[in-house]
Each structure stands twice: as C-alpha cells, then as structure tokens.
C-alpha cells in the first residue's frame, strides 16, 4: 500500500485521555547490553554507548568494569572513564571510591597518545572553574580535538562550563547542536523509532474439507446399486435394439457428466456468494474493555474514518462498509490474537485492509464478488440440458429393455432412478465442498500475497529507523536548543546562571514511547523544565517538545526566589508511575510525571520494565535535579558558594587522579 497516511496516527478521539498512546520494545539489540561472556572491548563499547545515551550510572559500570576487571586500559577508555564519573553530576556527587578507580590507571597514558588532549581538556575545565581568563587556552585546547572528542567533552562536562571561558564553550555547543539537531533526517526518520516490529502478513486459512461420517459409505453404496441396475437395463435394451443402445448409453453418460459438474458450478457458485452475503452484510458489534480485540476494534474504526474516500460522505461509506468491517476485523483477531502480540504491530495490516476497502468502493468494486459468482447463463443450460438428455435417454434404454423383459426392466428402472436420485444427492455435497476449498485456497493465496506485499513495503519504510543513539543525541541538542532559547528569554549571557538543572517527562495528555533492550524509554513528545539559577533567583522555563518535529509548544516561564522553595521529592505511586513534586511557600506544588506505570505491552514483553523505569530516571535529569534543587531548599541563596567549597577536596583529588594518568 503505498498511502501518504500510513504513518504514525493518533488513535484517540477527542473526548479521550489517554497516557501511552502505543509503545514499542525493540529487540534483542546489544547495545546497552553485553554477552554472557564479553570481551574487554564489548564491555567498553557497552559502556561508551550507555555514556552517549545519557545513561551514566549504567557507563560508569561497565566502563570500569573494562578498565579495572578486565584490564581495557588505553587513552580512550581513561577518558571515557573521566568522562563518566563525571557525566550528570557535580564533584560533591562524585564518591571518593570512584576517584580511588582513576588512580588505578596511573600511568596509563603517554602525552603523544591521541587522546591525551581530551583528557588535558577535562582537567582543565576542572580546575579553571575560579579562575579568569583563560577562555583563549580552552579554545585552542577544544581545537586539537576530534570533533567526537569535542562533542562528548561539551555536552558530558556540561556542569563544569562555568570557567571565564563558558560563553565560548556554550556559544559552541550551541552551534554543535544546531547543526546536529535536523541531522540524518530527523524529521522524516523520528517517527519510525516509535513504530513496533511489526508481525508478518498472515490470513485465516481455508476452511479444510468436511464430510460427515457415513456419507462415503452411502455414495459408495448408491453409486454401487446405480451403475448395476442402470448396466442391466442397458444389457437388455441391446438384447432389443443394439445399434440405438450405444448412442442411447452415450447420450446417459455425456448428459449425466454435464448436468453433475456443471450443478457441482451452480450449486458451488450460490453458496460462496450467499456466505459472502452474510459475512459482509452483518452489522457491526463495538467491543468493549482494553484487550487485543478492542484495540483492533478501534484501529479500524479509526482508519476507516479516517480513509473516507475523496468527496464521499461519510456516514454513507461507514454504513455501506459496516459489514466488511467487521469481517476483516475478526479475522484481524483471529489470526493474531496471541498473548504476546501488541495490537500496534498490525497496524500496518489494518492500514492497508482499509486502504483497500477504500479504493474498491470508490471504483464501485466492492461488491464485485457477486458478479464474479453469479451462475453463468451457459452453465444452468448446461445442467438443464444435460439433464434433459440423460432422462431421454433412459427412457429410451428403459422403453428398450421393456420389450424384452417387461415386468424386470420396470422395476429396475424404478430402483435406478432412485439410487441414482440419492447418489446425486450425496455426491453433489461432496463435489462441492472440495470445489469451495480449492476455490478458497486459491482466494486466501490471493490475499496472502498482497499482504505479503504490504508488510514488504511497511519494512522497507521502516528500515531506517534511527537506532537509539540517534535518538539521544538529538534529545542532547533538543535541550541545548531550550537552553539558548530561554537564556534569549531572560536576557542572560552564560556567567549570570550559575547552575542549572533539566527534568524531562514523557507530555499528556497522549504520546508514543519505545525503547531498546536495556534502553530508557523515549517518547514522541516531551514536558521539559529547565530550571536556571541566578543571583536574583530561579527562572524556570516549561515546554512541551514534540520530538518527532522537533518543535517547542506551550511555553510557560516562572520566577521564584530562593527563599520561595520548601521541598523537593520524587516519588513513587501505587500504580508505578514516579512523580517529581517541588513544593513552594505559597503552597502551590509543581509536579510532573516523570516515568509511566507497566502497560498490558510491558507486562508481556519487557524483560525488566522496573529496570527500564530506573534507566528512565537517570537519563531524564532528575539526579542533577534534585541535587540543585535540594541544596537550593536547605540553603537557600547561598548554596552555590558552599557547594564550591564543599567540592574544593573532591577537585583536588580528581585533579590528582587525572594528572596521575599520564607517564
């Protein structure tokens, strides 16, 4: 089917609230996840692609599960190490033991090794964070690298850019992320990392052959006794008038032959039709509840909405397809309802049923299965007149015989028209039924093929979804672009916040989500809060990002003072959803959702759905959230200048540890 509307569509009505519009695990893919028995680089590849993904608690693990365990050390692991530690959090966040890890790799790093740079570089940025001045050094220091290097040092030192030379290194990852926002044709592939694998084309299969018990043996019988008692009025019709007989027995046979195959047509021809009739003519049943049928139940009342065809009025097209609704639903139903099967993953099949239904309707051709079943004029002649002259001719064999044997040739002709009557009456059935099933087994082929055809098409359009990598990093440039557009909104350069902090949260009232193995889950629209410090106080900016788009909507900005902040929690409900709730003076809560309760598609297919809301936490801020966020609540105004002394050791002992790196 090749539609312009066989993307993504929102399936809930106007009057409805709805939280996952739909959902999709992708899988198995070893991303974020190594095999039973990996090897040093795995585990590091594992651990970089975490990093990239915003996950850095899962980073941190394996990374130094490749440096210290399985001795992986090199001037790219020991900088993607640094990197990790450090990624999402502030030096107070920074445990001594995972310093105590740095200084396990003394020595590992030449200063000509390519990567030596880089970790120069995250020094630097730590230990000119008091300083002035300096925004030359770091420009030329930035200049050496690659730009992976630069990119993953700007947007993982992220909470250190607050040297004399931050508005150099904000102005240039803002460029970064302008130029890699759009990028690999965001707009056009976005989507298709919330479309679930979808499942192969099937159809219902052809009734198989049924023959009651007994009717073999009755038309094995009946054709038995015909045949005798016709042979023996044939046998003493030629003992009367041999050369008339031959023709006469001919005739029988030639008429019987056409009048059987041509009624088996006719009577073949009425049923399928008059099946057809009653699957398409029903009325339409709504299923209620939130099972697999009512999922598919809404899917084709959706699309057939929403494929109305091209000036026709609408409520005559769904009255006239209510039938073929409901059948082409059902046997949706039939053929996928397994426990496992996620009503979104034949979507594709319910677009193109519909698109088909539609196009045939439109051409008038919707009911053609009547025209091509209705009964040949030629074959009723055929039957008629083949049964026409089968009778004249057993008349004459029976008008024959009864000048030799009048009293026998009666009677037998009696039971010969009898047997042959209920012989009739057994075999057409029989011939029938097997006619029906070829004839349906051809129909579903047919069918087959062109669903076959459609699911080709619907993979094809999905083989350049972006994988999850993609996805984080323009989520990465999605929040840069926030951050610049809400410095525009308050007029501030880079050196009046002096702190920040996102929080992302999947956006109601509808939106997708999907993920891979291992893997946050990441969702077709976003609620966004950027919460920026200053020395007047907070600004706090809300958007509504659609991802797919990559467009910011709603915007709401607040202002509060320091003093204005009284609690900070995130919490969990009985239902699993995690809920961030800042509570202010005035008594007026902010809270958002921040990750979903299990869904019917979690339940049977996630592996780990609690794993993967944890996963869900990290990546979306709330660690450096709520770090800021409560030393704001317990100190106030002037938490910054005591989180800087407070991170005066932990600074100089990571400053020691990295110095210690190199030989």
């Known amino acids: 089917m090749n539609d312009s509307r066989s993307g993504p569509t929102n399936l809930a009505t106007d009057s409805a609230y709805v939280a996952v519009q739909a959902e999709a695990i992708h899988g198995p893919v070893n991303v974020y996840q190594v095999t039973a028995a990996p090897s040093p680089e795995e585990t590091f590849k594992a651990g970089l692609n975490s990093l990239r993904a915003g996950m850095a608690p899962e980073a941190r693990k394996y990374i130094r599960d490749a440096v210290v365990l399985c001795n992986y050390v090199n001037g790219q692991s020991c900088f993607y190490l640094l990197l990790a530690l450090l990624s999402g959090r502030t030096l107070q966040q920074v445990p001594p033991k995972e310093i105590a890890v740095l200084r396990s790799v003394r020595g590992a790093v030449k200063n000509d090794d390519e990567w030596a740079d880089a970790i120069k570089l995250v020094d630097h ?63 056009r592939r976005a989507w298709k990392f919330f479309q679930p694998e979808p499942i192969g084309a099937r159809v219902r299969p052809a009734d198989p052959v049924l023959i009651r018990p007994g009717i073999w043996t009755g038309a094995a019988a009946t054709t038995a006794l015909a045949l005798v008692t016709v042979g023996f009025i044939g046998a003493t019709a030629w003992q009367h008038n041999g050369t008339a007989t031959v023709p006469a027995l001919l005739a029988l046979a030639a008429g019987c032959y056409a009048s059987v195959r041509s009624g088996v047509e006719w009577r073949c021809r009425k049923q399928r039709r008059q099946a057809k009739d009653r699957e398409y003519l029903r009325r339409s049943v709504t299923t209620r509840g939130d099972g697999f049928a009512s999922k598919i139940d809404r899917q084709f009342d959706h ?31 039939t053929i996928y309802r397994e426990s496992t099967v996620n009503a979104k993953r034949v979507a594709w099949l319910t677009r193109y049923l519909v698109a088909d239904v539609a196009r045939r309707w439109q051409a008038g051709k919707l009911w053609d299965y009547r025209k091509e079943l209705r009964v040949p004029l030629l074959v009723k002649a055929m039957c008629v007149l083949g049964a026409i002259a089968a009778a004249t001719a057993g008349a004459f064999l029976i008008w024959s015989g009864a000048h030799v044997r009048p009293l026998i040739v009666p009677l037998s002709a009696f039971v010969a028209l009898a047997s042959v009557w209920l012989a009739a009456r ?95 889950w990441r969702y077709s629209k976003y609620k966004i809060l950027l919460f920026l410090l200053t020395k007047d106080g907070v600004r706090q900016l809300t958007v509504h990002l659609d991802f797919q788009k990559a467009i910011f909507r709603s915007r709401a900005r607040t202002n509060y003072r320091y003093d204005a902040f009284t609690s900070v929690q995130v919490a969990e409900t009985d239902n699993g959803e995690n809920v961030f709730e800042l509570t202010l003076t005035n008594g007026d809560p902010i809270k958002v959702k921040v990750t979903d309760p299990p869904t019917d598609v979690t339940q049977k297919e996630d592996k780990d759905p609690q794993g993967a809301s944890q996963v869900t936490l990290s990546t979306a801020g709330l660690g450096n959230a709520l770090h800021v966020l409560e030393g704001v609540a317990a100190e106030g105004k002037e938490w910054m200048a005591l989180e800087r002394q407070r991170e005066k050791v932990p600074l100089a002992e990571m400053s020691k540890a990295v110095n210690a790196i190199f030989v």
């Open 303 to 333: 699309y057939f909405a929403l494929y109305t065809p091209r000036d026709a009025d609408r409520a005559r097209w769904l009255s006239e397809t209510a039938g073929v609704r409901r059948a082409l639903r059902d046997e949706v139903v």
């Open 426 to 520: 057994i075999w057409l059935p029989i011939a029938t039924e097997y006619k029906r099933h070829s004839a349906d087994k051809a129909e579903k082929e047919s069918l087959l093929a062109g669903r076959q055809a459609a699911f080709d098409r619907w993979k094809r359009k999905l083989a350049d979804r972006p994988d999850d990598l993609e996805m984080a990093r323009w989520l990465e440039c999605d929040r840069k672009a926030l951050m610049e557009e809400a410095m525009g909104f308050y007029r501030l350069k880079r050196q009046d916040v002096l702190a920040h902090a996102f929080i992302e949260a999947p956006a109601t009232p509808s939106y997708d989500r999907a993920r891979i193995e291992n893997g946050p």
């Open 125 to 187: 940025l730590l230990t000119s964070r008091s300083t002035e001045g300096g925004a030359a050094d770091v420009e030329q220091e930035l200049q050496k690298l690659t730009d992976g290097q630069r990119n993953d040092v700007l947007q993982h030192m992220e909470m250190f850019l607050d040297s004399s030379a931050e508005d150099t290194l904000w102005a240039r990852a803002f460029d970064a992320a302008r130029s890699d926002r759009y990028a690999k044709d965001r707009l």
